[in-house]
């Protein structure tokens, strides 16, 4: 046992997560069979099916990781791609507005391309600035003003949240390993990725066991404030005690809980926001039992840049 | 050799479009025919249609399967003629300057009685984007005269914001196909055109719920 434990810690963070993840999961699966089996009456099709795409989109996301960060990075971008594409067909978008999108889906590779040529500086001014100028510039050719100005915060918007702060995750992959952190990118992303989730699942289970008053009515009616409360604590106390994994102090692991859990939960309740002006319940049902890639990955839209700059602030300054 | 060619063109092009480029959702899959012998009915808007359509089916039987094109769109270039004869396997029909000699429906008839498949688009046109038109009364001649033949009809959504009319360049969007029952029609022409229009609505409001 003990000589098992001392691997587990002595090995790379990616085979510890793994390990976290998988071992996660087998529980998972088991207490949701035995539940299925002691309830015989209650319906757990839906549990079932979220459980089996959590375990499809951990292998990726794990075996990503494993294989090489380069083969994660282009994970990020077709993450980044399916999120904007699943955007694109909830929002009504003009007809005159046909190449602009294309432009749009074109600013996907080059944004990555940022990230794995390591440009910092242009990573992070390419969607604010730039694309914020050429999609009006664009918008121009079409000639047609009615609905303009709607169509250029539409497509920003998307752009920022699916594309800009979505890569975040990629780069941050891309951060060299330094004594405070030894594990480097890899460990950052797995430590950020895993709270992201682990808090949705945490806000999820917490309001079905206690949630009574819902903390947001008009935006999403199922969110309730034992649900947040639970999430924040429960993803600090797992912030604290997976800090081996980035070498992080109790304090950093700390406010790094804080902020995932924070802004994760601001981030999902954004995109339950658009969900709900556009009239829909799930974005779309790509991920059964989940909804859509939006209905996953809201969360991490705002948490990828936020724990970015705080890990970049403390650990990374400038020129890096 | 044809097929050969078709069967390459829809593993790598095809496939991988609508697949991974596109993403196209598919409801109600058991009421694809698996008869050997069907007429599918589908609403038009985007070159992809035929495509996606097409798709639905294994590679084998797609040389048994033809959509029924314009012949003023898809016969007049010698290139496009080819490649939509070749990898698509339409069949060409004319819209304008009718007559005996020059009837649309002949070559959907022998096309049937040879035992092969249509994909058909009664509106006729691609139209406007994501609307559409009524249907044209060909196809109600057609069932009329092959009662037997299960009619399948198909709501399509999507396809004319990925690629509308007049637009060659492809943006990607979701999009979703909905398959309806077989059906069986017969009587007059406007009553074979009205149940099919009331499939194709029953399809959409299905869809809509669903989504």
């Known amino acids: 046992m003990e000589r098992l434990l001392n691997g587990f810690y002595t090995a790379s963070p990616v085979i510890q997560m793994g390990v976290i993840i998988f071992a996660l999961l087998t529980i998972a699966s088991v207490v949701i069979r035995l539940m299925a089996q002691l309830k015989p009456n209650q319906d757990f099709k839906e549990l079932f099916q979220r459980i089996r795409s959590w375990w499809i989109m951990a292998s990726f996301f794990w075996l990503s990781m494993a294989i090489h960060p380069q083969a994660s990075i282009l994970l990020f971008a077709f993450m980044s791609f399916l999120a904007l594409k699943e955007y694109f067909t909830l ?18 590779p080059i944004q990555y391309w940022w990230v794995h040529i390591h440009w910092k500086a242009v990573f992070l001014i390419f969607m604010p600035v730039y694309m ?10 079409t000639g047609k003003t009615q609905g303009i100005v709607e169509s250029m915060a539409k497509i920003h918007w998307g752009l920022m949240a699916f594309v800009f702060c979505l890569s975040h995750l990629a780069f941050l992959m891309t951060m060299p390993a330094i004594p405070a952190i030894p594990g480097g990118g890899k460990a950052l992303v797995l430590y950020l990725v895993f709270l992201t989730e682990i808090n949705d699942v945490a806000q999820y289970i917490w309001g079905k066991l206690f949630g009574r008053r819902p903390i947001a ?3 999403s009616p199922k969110k309730t404030c034992a649900g947040f409360y639970g999430g924040v604590i429960t993803t600090t106390l797992v912030a604290l005690l997976l800090r081996f994994l980035t070498g992080f102090s109790l304090e950093m692991a700390f406010f790094s809980g804080l902020i995932i859990s924070l802004s994760g939960f601001l981030g999902d309740l954004v995109i339950s926001a658009i969900k709900r002006d556009v009239g829909v319940k799930d974005s779309s049902q790509l991920i059964p039992g989940h909804g859509g890639i939006l209905d996953r990955i809201d969360s991490l839209t705002y948490t990828a840049p936020l724990f970015f700059h705080f890990v970049s602030y403390l650990f990374y300054p400038a020129p890096h | 050799m044809q097929n050969f060619a078709r069967n390459l063109f829809f593993l790598l092009v095809v496939k991988p479009l609508l697949l991974v480029m596109l993403g196209v959702n598919v409801f109600q899959k058991v009421n694809l025919p698996k008869s050997r012998q069907f007429i599918m009915v589908a609403n038009h808007n985007s070159h992809l249609d035929a495509l996606a359509l097409m798709n639905l089916f294994p590679l084998g039987r797609l040389h048994h399967i033809h959509p029924v094109a314009a012949a003023d769109y898809f016969d007049v270039n010698p290139v496009i003629s080819w490649f939509s004869k070749t990898f698509l396997n339409i069949i060409p029909i004319p819209r304008t300057h009718i007559s005996k000699s020059n009837n649309p429906l002949k070559r959907m008839g022998e096309a049937l009685e040879a035992g092969h498949s249509l994909i058909i688009f009664p509106e006729g046109s691609r139209g406007q984007p994501e609307e559409m038109a009524s249907f044209q009364t060909g196809v109600a001649h057609l069932i009329q005269k092959f009662p037997q033949i299960p009619v399948i009809p198909v709501f399509l959504r999507g396809m004319g914001r990925s690629l509308p009319k007049g637009e ?27 149940s099919l229009e009331l499939a194709m609505h029953h399809l959409r409001e299905t869809l809509n719920a669903s989504v």
């Open chain 1, 91 to 108: 929002i009504h978008t003009r007809i005159e507005d046909h190449r602009v999108l294309f432009w749009a889906f074109l600013a996907v």
């Open chain 1, 132 to 141: 914020f100028l050429f999609i009006p510039a664009r918008l121009l050719i």
């Open chain 1, 217 to 219: 009515p008009t935006i």
């Open chain 2, 168 to 194: 060659f360049i492809l943006v990607p969007f979701f999009c979703d196909l909905i398959i309806g029952q077989p059906l069986f029609c017969s009587g007059k022409k406007e009553e074979i055109l009205g």
